[in-house]
């Protein structure tokens, strides 16, 4: 039975890679990509190139539609996924309103939590919801440097499948649709590890912001892991977008703006590369998820005890980044 799901799941993540590989290379070679979306370097940029914003073409209909197939109980899921992909895709091409995006961001969370609504208060769902709507948008600024969103999808969404399989009580749906997402995005960074060749787009990193929330939540509802996993196994993205918007707003700054002053940007501009900055986010990303699936069979206070431990190593990161930020600067001033 065991040996029976894991080969179900791998062959859902195999499937979903062969497939977003193939769209995205046809994408490329037709020269279709070009023509759909195209990134313009500007102030926040990392590349100097122009380069197709076209993972989402790739990524989206694939894990779209096999997991309505194949994992229906979270259909949706899947509908709320494609809608956001959607949207994001027209935002893509010719721009909408803030409050039109946000709009859709937050029906399509309010849309989850008010139809499969978890048994606690309805104050707490509310923050629940909050905090999905913000994994949404932070996904999106995110995907900014060679291979690093989507290697956080495959590392987070591969945690996931794992989670589900292992856990105390198995969710053979939420393994198979972590599954699809993750190979979906090992497709994608075939084309997206330095150098890129395409980049993942709103059209992408919108709906994958919402599917690391919603599969999150799904897992948490059902108890196939503890509330705290899912942040655990998207850390360091979290952590990086959520410090540097709070810099931003603590300074006055207009948070909606372009700009280069994420720990991944930094790290970059100081001379680490994209290629290595991606690796040892890489290993931020393995290392946490790791400790998360070893710590969810642990006793509550040992769990949240780890999560603690694990946000003061990251906080320890971000100051060591940021004490070298401060003298490459420094430098740069005096030459």
């Not at 979270?74 to 935002?91: E, P, V, Y």
């Not at 108890?223 to 952590?239: D, E, K, M, Q, T």
């Not at 909606?256 to 994209?274: D, K, L, N, S, T």
């Amino acid at each position: 039975m065991i040996s029976g799901s894991i080969l179900h799941v791998t062959g859902s993540a195999v499937l979903a890679f062969c497939l977003c590989a193939l769209v995205l290379w046809a994408l490329l070679k037709t020269g279709i990509a070009w023509r759909l979306a195209t990134d313009i370097p500007n102030e926040r940029s990392l590349h100097t190139r122009p380069t197709p914003r076209v993972g989402g073409w790739g990524i989206v209909p694939v894990i779209a539609v096999f997991m309505a197939v194949m994992a229906p109980s979270l259909w949706l899921t899947a509908a709320a996924f494609a809608m956001l992909a959607a949207l994001s895709q027209i935002d893509d091409r010719r721009g909408l309103p803030v409050g039109v995006r946000f709009g859709a961001h937050i029906a399509a969370v309010a849309a989850l939590v008010a139809f499969y609504p978890a048994p606690v208060p309805s104050w707490a769902l509310v923050v629940i919801g909050l905090l999905m709507v913000w994994l949404v948008n932070l996904y999106n600024f995110m995907d900014g440097s060679d291979g690093l969103a989507g290697g956080m999808a495959l590392f987070g969404f591969g945690g996931y499948a794992i989670a589900a399989l292992t856990s105390a009580r198995p969710e053979l749906q939420l393994a198979v649709a972590s599954a699809l997402a993750a190979g979906a995005a090992g497709g994608f960074l075939l084309f997206n590890f330095h150098p890129a060749r395409i980049f993942l787009g709103d059209a992408g990193s919108i709906p994958l912001g919402f599917l690391a929330g919603a599969l999150g939540y799904w897992g948490w509802r059902d108890g196939v892991w503890p509330v705290w996993f899912p942040a655990l196994i998207f850390s360091p993205f979290i952590v990086d977008a959520s410090v540097t918007l709070a810099r931003r707003l603590l300074r006055g700054e207009k948070v909606w703006q372009a700009h280069r002053e994420h720990y991944y940007q930094r790290m970059v501009q100081m001379g680490c590369g994209h290629a290595l900055t991606a690796r040892i986010w890489y290993s931020f990303m393995a290392a946490g998820i790791i400790l998360a699936i070893a710590a969810r069979n642990l006793a509550p206070v040992q769990q949240w005890l780890t999560v603690v431990v694990w946000a003061a190593v990251l906080g320890a990161a971000g100051m060591y980044i940021d004490r070298r930020w401060r003298r490459y600067r420094s430098r740069l001033v005096q030459t």
